[in-house]
């Protein structure tokens, strides 16, 4: 599938519903042209009901000129939140594709997200339901909580163990994770944890994960385009929840 037939297949199963961001589109910006890649990368947010469609495009670091004909290697959407008539949307870019289950198992593992996909082409197309599960999450042990919480405020804690303590914590959605993690972001830099808050869209999170963005350097462009991109998924989420997408 062509650039030019993947963006027409988004803007035909996405037609009429609106974008909670502007699209992040990585060639039209000039802060990402030192990014160390050989593709080029685009996300979007569309947003309906309570939940969101984030899309992301990925094509080969070609010419503008040479983008119309350029194949589209992957082309991926998040579905978060509940939204049936978002995940109903995305279910027709899978449409016409052959299964490719196989594959894609084999980049991700059993990791609990239900994935569906397809290739067209070479083009990888896949739909990934992040839904909450139904029902309540089970609790963290009190103590097994306590310990990963302390482990987050231990000043000689390694990124390393901040980053394994957010993903056992983030096993437990729930207001205290919520309240640790957003303590955790207030008082430093904790990329996974501002992607986990941004995930169960945490709009709180976003003063945070602004300043973290205002204080990347200019040479940096891979954490310039990740801290943009999850500026934008809370800006989505604040514009579907009305408090406002500015």
Known sequence: MTLSDALALLEHCFTGLAEGA????EQEDGRFALRPSAVWLEYRWYVHERGMAEVFLKWPRVSTEQCVAAEATVLRVHVLGVSPTLSERAGKLLVG????????MDLFGDDGVR???VCVGRTNVTVEHWEPRPGP???LDDARFTALAEALEAPDATP???HEAVQRLADERSPRVVAVLLALVARKSSLMALRVLSEWGVIEARGALQRDLALV???NPADLWTFTALERRLQAW??????GGT
Do not use: F, N, T, V
């Open 115 to 117: 994935r569906e996909c």
């Open 160 to 162: 390393e163990a901040r």
């Open 217 to 219: 350097r200019p040479d």
């Open 238 to 243: 604040a514009a579907l929840q009305g408090h």
């Open 22 to 25: 502007p699209r992040l589109r």
């Open 97 to 104: 594709g052959k299964p490719s289950r196989d594959r894609i």
């Open 137 to 139: 999450r089970p609790l």
